[in-house]
């Protein structure tokens, strides 16, 4: 159904189910008692029977919040027995290994709850899947709002609060993985003290502020658990519910198709159909979830033993969200300067500083491609990505940066395991870095364009039917079926608008008009993204008319 096309609003009363003896049924009572002093019948009637589209794709936004909420289930629960101290103890417990060996409290407790606390280690284990598909999830849903065009007006704020909450993220499971104090987490706790320590003038000052004292102090893990625990959750919390009420404000975006334009919503009403679709996908998504924790170990934190500050971990590898950020530092060259009784570590701050910049051109793109365009319009229904080649390419280049950059993270992983020397790998991500982008760009670009000079094609000729005809006169061609008017109208609704140009620089009069910086760096970008060679003009009625001879019907003809 569309949205706008719903029947009146009926009185409040009317279908009411009566009880015995004709009076209402005690479910309405309530009801009424409700409403009677909240108010919410009408506010509820409007916004419950709301049209949403729907679309493999928006399932994406779901995994990430109902990956969320198992997030806070779990991590209630493991609170219960989480000891965050780094008083030491002697082990003497379960896990008879490790008997005897110092180790912190924090530790101590994470090894009662994988093998005393009753459905700990299963516990913990979801958790764990359970952050890696969160952020795993909000990377791809965001990938699909950036190749459809979806942060475009009104939902540049959304796009923020998206942005913020994969940034928030990162953060949370980096100080959630640092927690149990093991070895493997206590070496990338060692690995961001040494990037902290790589800022100028300020680095020590707040690494003693961080850890209450020379590394590894005292103070770290109490320090992170509020903060993992309290602060990070509770923003990103608050994200959640505004971007979700954005969501429903602003109406979904959809995908061209018949019917859907920028003012109606073409789909299913909130209640019951979305609601009840929702609610079996949350259970779905923690069913999976609870499946891999059964059967995949991950972090299996006895393994690796308790931090030690002289020891490192054989093949020591972050969480993949973070793998970006080493492989920035492991792929740097070792430069150090010294200067004036300093030393400056550009080898580890130069890529320490690239990671959130990297980020944040993501976070930004929105507003530059608006600036770019110049367009003030709202738009609800989306892009198909071969139609905005560049935009498509730049998405593809920053994913194969991000991809090129886990591997220098695992360099020494992939050394061992494909039997390759650690120094080919790290010549050849230095490489990359710079290479694979451009390139992935290019083909991407050029992909795109193919893909639109195919859609011209379709639209002109007709789809292929593998049919082979034989003319009067001798030529074999292959008959073509003409396209109805529902696919007609979604391979050639996009628009191709013409890009930002400065103008003449002389005006009628012979004055010379001033052109400002900003307004050439504009128009040169609007020409590479949206100028010529960045685009397949769509056919034209003229040029569609006279290729089928003003017949709309689904009839055959020949095509070359």
């Known amino acids: 159904m569309e949205d706008g096309a719903r029947p009146g609003h009926e009185g409040r009363h009317e279908g009411r189910h009566e009880g015995r003896g004709g009076e209402p049924a005690r479910g309405e009572r309530i009801a009424d008692w409700a409403d009677g002093r909240l108010g919410l019948y009408g506010p509820a009637r409007a916004n419950l029977r709301k049209v949403f589209p729907d679309h493999w794709s928006f399932m994406l936004?779901?995994?990430?919040?109902?990956?969320?909420?198992?997030?806070?289930?779990?991590?209630?629960?493991?609170?219960?027995?989480?000891?965050?101290?780094?008083?030491?103890?002697?082990?003497?417990?379960?896990?008879?290994?490790?008997?005897?060996?110092?180790?912190?409290?924090?530790?101590?407790?994470?090894?009662?709850?994988?093998?005393?606390?009753?459905?700990?280690?299963?516990?913990?284990?979801?958790?764990?899947?359970?952050?890696?598909?969160?952020?795993?999830?909000?990377?791809?849903?965001?990938?699909?709002?950036?190749?459809?065009?979806?942060?475009?007006?009104?939902?540049?704020?959304?796009?923020?609060?998206?942005?913020?909450?994969?940034?928030?993220?990162?953060?949370?499971?980096?100080?959630?993985?640092?927690?149990?104090?093991?070895?493997?987490?206590?070496?990338?706790?060692?690995?961001?003290?040494?990037?902290?320590?790589?800022?100028?003038?300020?680095?020590?000052?707040?690494?003693?502020?961080?850890?209450?004292?020379?590394f590894p102090?005292?103070?770290?893990?109490?320090?992170?658990?509020?903060?993992?625990?309290?602060?990070?959750?509770?923003?990103?919390?608050?994200?959640?519910?505004?971007?979700?009420?954005?969501?429903?404000?602003?109406?979904?975006?959809?995908?061209?198709?018949?019917?859907?334009?920028?003012?109606?919503?073409?789909?299913?009403?909130?209640?019951?159909?979305?609601?009840?679709?929702?609610?079996?996908?949350?259970?779905?998504?923690?069913?999976?979830?609870?499946?891999?924790?059964?059967?995949a170990t991950i972090n299996p934190v006895w393994a690796f033993g308790p931090y030690r500050p002289d020891l490192v971990t054989t093949g020591a590898q972050p969480d993949w969200y973070l793998g970006f950020s080493e492989g920035l530092i492991r792929v740097m060259p070792g430069w150090e300067?010294?200067?004036?009784?300093?030393?400056?570590?550009?080898?580890?701050?130069?890529?320490?500083?690239?990671?959130?910049?990297?980020?944040?051109?993501?976070?930004?793109?929105?507003?530059?491609?608006?600036?770019?365009?110049?367009?003030?319009?709202?738009?609800?229904v989306l892009d198909r990505p071969r139609n905005v080649p560049v935009r498509t390419g730049l998405g593809v280049a920053w994913l194969t940066l991000y991809g090129v950059l886990l591997i220098g993270g695992g360099n020494d992983i992939v050394a061992t395991h494909l039997h390759l020397s650690i120094n080919a790998i790290t010549w050849f991500v230095r490489i990359a870095v710079f290479v694979a982008p451009v390139v992935a760009f290019m083909v991407t670009k050029r992909i795109c364009l193919g893909l639109q000079l195919r859609d011209r094609d379709k639209v002109l000729h007709g789809r292929e039917t593998g049919t082979i005809k034989r003319l009067p006169h001798g030529e074999y061609v292959e008959v073509h079926e003409p396209l109805g008017p529902a696919e007609l109208f979604t391979l050639t609704r996009h628009e191709q608008p013409p890009p930002y140009e400065i103008g003449p620089r002389v005006d009628a009069n012979g004055v010379r008009r001033p052109v400002t910086v900003s307004q050439r760096v504009r128009a040169r970008l609007a020409r590479a993204m949206f100028g010529p060679g960045t685009r397949i003009p769509k056919p034209t009625p003229r040029e569609y008319r006279e290729l089928t001879g003003g017949h709309h019907g689904h009839h055959e003809h020949g095509g070359h």
């Open 61 to 214: 936004g779901e995994v990430c919040l109902y990956s969320f909420l198992v997030l806070i289930l779990t991590g209630v629960y493991l609170t219960l027995f989480f000891e965050p101290s780094s008083a030491e103890v002697v082990y003497d417990g379960s896990y008879v290994p490790l008997n005897g060996i110092p180790m912190t409290k924090a530790y101590e407790s994470t090894l009662d709850i994988s093998f005393d606390v009753r459905g700990g280690l299963l516990i913990r284990q979801i958790h764990h899947w359970a952050a890696l598909v969160f952020v795993t999830g909000m990377l791809v849903h965001m990938m699909r709002v950036f190749f459809t065009g979806a942060f475009r007006k009104p939902r540049e704020v959304n796009w923020l609060f998206g942005w913020t909450l994969l940034m928030l993220g990162i953060l949370t499971g980096l100080t959630g993985y640092s927690l149990p104090d093991d070895l493997l987490s206590g070496t990338g706790i060692r690995f961001a003290d040494g990037a902290i320590l790589s800022i100028p003038v300020v680095g020590t000052y707040l690494s003693f502020f961080l850890f209450g004292g020379e």
């Open 217 to 295: 102090g005292h103070g770290i893990i109490s320090r992170l658990y509020p903060i993992h625990v309290l602060l990070l959750p509770g923003i990103m919390l608050a994200l959640v519910v505004a971007h979700l009420i954005l969501v429903f404000f602003h109406k979904h975006t959809q995908y061209p198709g018949p019917g859907r334009d920028q003012k109606s919503v073409t789909g299913m009403p909130f209640m019951p159909v979305y609601m009840a679709k929702a609610g079996g996908f949350f259970f779905l998504v923690f069913g999976v979830l609870t499946l891999m924790a059964g059967i």
């Open 337 to 380: 300067i010294s200067a004036f009784g300093h030393t400056l570590i550009p080898g580890v701050l130069i890529p320490f500083s690239l990671f959130p910049l990297i980020l944040l051109a993501l976070g930004l793109y929105p507003f530059v491609e608006a600036w770019i365009t110049g367009d003030e319009r709202e738009h609800h």
